[in-house]
Structures are given as C-alpha cells and as structure tokens.
Nanobody
Framework: QVQLVESGGGLVQAGGSLRLSCAASGTIFSINTMGWYRQAPGKQRELVAL???????NYADSVKGRFTISRGNAKNTVYLQMNSLKPEDTAVYYC?????????WGQGTQVTVSS
C-alpha cells in the first residue's frame, strides 16, 4: 500500500513563508505527476501546483510567482515553497500523486495566514 504524508503546515502572518513537504512510501514501482491541492472552508478543492516526472511544472494563476513546487532527489518527495503568503491562501493543503498508475492523496496539512 502507498501512503503520502505531508508536513510543514502552520500559522504564519501575511507576507511570510512556509515550506510544505510530502513523502511517498510503500511499494512503489513508478511515480508520475505529483502535486498540491488546497481546500478552503466552504470551497471546492483546487489545484495549486503540479510537477511531472520530467520536472515540468504548472501553477494556479493565484500562486504564480509566489509558490514553487519541486521534487527531491529520490523523486518520492515533493515540496511546496510558499512565499508572500496572503490570508486567502488559508486552506488545508493536500499532496497528490500518480503512483503505480493510481492516484493517491495525503491526509492534508492546515495552512493559516493571518492578516
């Protein structure tokens, strides 16, 4: 069984930074695209950023220029560096991965940005 475990969420003031991490573990034969999604209270889950196995990245317009997604050397980890955080970035952030030709989700980590 594959698991995705996130870490790095927390409370930060507007303008601050946080770095989220996600590690995939278990029996892994292949890892394709990994990414981050977020869900704010009363809203639908939305894409934040994706990174392919070839390191091509894609970002939501709302985070372009502020967030950076990257993968670790072992390719089973993905990071989200979040700078210039705004109160509207407050949400539960979920790691997502296409692993062994299936989609997996992490349990989510809370990010709260105070004004």
């Amino acid at each position: 069984q594959v698991q995705l475990v996130e870490s790095g969420g927390g409370l930060v003031q507007a303008g601050g930074s946080l770095r989220l991490s996600c590690a995939a573990s278990g029996t892994i034969f292949s890892i394709n695209t990994m990414g981050w999604y977020r869900q704010a209270p009363g809203k639908q889950r939305e894409l934040v950023a994706l990174i392919t196995s070839g390191s091509t990245t894609n970002y939501a317009d709302s985070v372009k220029g502020r967030f950076t997604i990257s993968r670790g050397n072992a390719k089973n980890t993905v990071y989200l560096q979040m700078n210039s955080l705004k109160p509207e970035d407050t949400a539960v952030y979920y790691c997502n991965g296409m692993i062994n030709v299936r989609t997996y989700w992490g349990q989510g980590t809370q990010v709260t940005v105070s004004s």
